[in-house]
């Protein structure tokens, strides 16, 4: 590991306006050493050392992490990415640098299809030994760091701002379960919030962190396909699960197969097997198990409720209540004539 004053000025290189990861390698290749940086008076004037030894104290008072290149706890895939994080600021004990680290992606407005699909993918990866990486943002994030955790799984969440917050709010209870098992890394500093475009560049160290990257449900535009491209970008894996045509959450999935940038996959045994992991043992039952009224449902047009009644053999309430279940979480749709249909 670097010595402590070395990794302060690489601290403070970060702050230096106009220093990316890039500049702050070629910098650090040129002279060595970001102490010689700011000896050799290339640099503006610099005077925010205050901030520094304030990122220090706060890392030391909460127990974070303050990695950089050099460091054998940084993620050493990462290094292999051109734009890497001069800087990395973790809390957890998960392995950053585990040997089967997938990503796991999709939209923050999932179908209940999309939900299931998750808990069913990472439930099958589960005897693999794998970490779930993922961004803690609403939606599929959520799901799949709660899959990892219902699986015993580690988990690690990529933020994009630095760890004095939780964003979003809601997520607060699950970033502090996620400290048991896996860990929140970020390349921000404490002081550093929520911003519009930290969220496209936190992407990256996704991406590039991970094996590979599976998207499960993406609309047409999205950070999770800006996640698909750069992992394609950095030479890994990438794999989509497939939906509907006409589902406006399966556009982005599909463009991704179509255009020969994720290969097709129907669940964690696919993934398994692509990178020549050992074959998964189900730990999850199938989706269509879940909800028995969605196997009915799902081959066809639509049914008649006399039909369910039928073929459930649930009374009419226990049947009223389920599929009030599934139109609330908008899997089904009521029609005229007491008939529904799927609509994911």
Known sequence: ??????????????????????????????????AAV????????????????????????????????????????????????????????????????L???????PSSYGQQMVRSLVGELASCDVLIVSGLADGIDTWAHRAALDNGLPTVGVLGHGLQRIYPEGNRLLAASMLDKGGLLTEYRQDQGPETFHFP????????????????????????????????????????????VTDGRSQGCLALVRDNV??????????????GWETPTPKTKPVTSIHPLLDLLR????????????????????????????????????LPGNRYRLIF
């Not at 990503?103 to 407005?109: D, F, I, N, P, S």
């Open 262 to 275: 994720a290969a097709l996959v129907t669940g964690g045994a696919d993934i398994a097997r692509m990178l």
């Open 201 to 244: 560049m936190r992407n990256r160290i996704i991406a590039g962190m991970a094996v590979a990257t599976v998207v499960v449900e993406s609309r047409s535009q999205g950070g999770s396909l800006i996640t698909a491209e750069l992992a394609k970008g950095y030479h890994r894996e990438v794999f989509a699960l497939p939906g509907r």
């Open 103 to 109: 990503a796991v992606v999709g939209t923050r407005t």
């Open 1 to 34: 590991m670097l010595p402590e004053d070395e990794l302060y000025y690489r601290v403070a290189l970060t702050m230096v306006p106009g220093i990316g990861p890039r500049r702050h390698r070629q910098l650090l290749d040129h002279f060595s050493s970001a």
């Open 38 to 101: 700011f000896r050799s008076g290339l640099l503006p004037e610099f005077d925010n050392f205050k901030a520094v030894d304030r990122t220090f104290t706060f890392a030391r008072k909460h127990n974070i992490g303050i990695y950089c290149p050099g460091d054998p706890r940084y993620p050493a895939q990462l290094l292999e990415c051109s734009d890497a994080p001069p800087i990395l600021y973790y809390k957890g004990i998960a392995d950053l640098n585990h040997q089967r680290i």
């Open 299 to 334: 081959d066809r047009d639509s049914i008649h409720l006399d039909e369910l009644l039928e073929r459930t053999g649930l009374s009419s309430a226990e049947l009223a209540a389920r599929l009030l279940e599934l139109e609330l979480e908008q899997a089904i749709e009521a």
